[in-house]
């Protein structure tokens, strides 16, 4: 991968942001030191960072993608109350064992949960 002062740019926004953010969140603080930088520099970095496997794209089926810079597998909740991604630990051995029987060998995978994060949770009880 070529060196890029923009790509380390959007690299070191990902860590910092520490949230899953989403594209145009990465966009809106990198932006604010590297003037001349447009959405679609940020959306070509973050993918040739996800395809080196600098970072990891969390899919949420009917929503913008989420960046995130942990690389340990791991999955992820969406709050579909407040829209926040959170890391969640599965206990996947069982998983791939289930995947594995029918199917050939898992390299990677990733499973996005929908449901209510903790704090909406909360908020809602009554
Ligand atoms: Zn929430
Ligand atoms: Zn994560």
């Known amino acids: 991968m070529r060196y890029s002062r923009q790509r380390e740019l959007v690299l070191k926004k990902v860590a ?7 594209a145009e969140e990465i966009y809106e ?6 003037p001349g930088l447009s959405l679609g520099t940020v959306y070509r970095n973050l993918n040739v960072l996800a395809d080196a496997k600098r ?3 969390v899919s949420v089926p009917g ?5 995130d810079h942990t690389l340990r597998e791991h999955s992820h909740m969406y709050c579909t109350c407040c829209g926040s991604v959170t890391d969640v630990e599965l206990d996947d051995a069982a998983l791939l064992q289930i995947i594995e029987a029918g199917a050939g060998k898992i390299e990677d995978y990733s499973l996005t949960l929908f449901g209510v994060c903790g ?8």
């Open 16 to 22: 910092a942001l520490d949230d899953h953010p989403t």
């Open 29 to 34: 603080i990198a932006s604010r030191e590297s």
């Open 55 to 57: 970072i990891r794209r």
């Open 63 to 67: 929503h913008a993608d989420r960046f």
């Open 119 to 126: 704090k909406c949770r909360g908020k809602s009880s009554n």
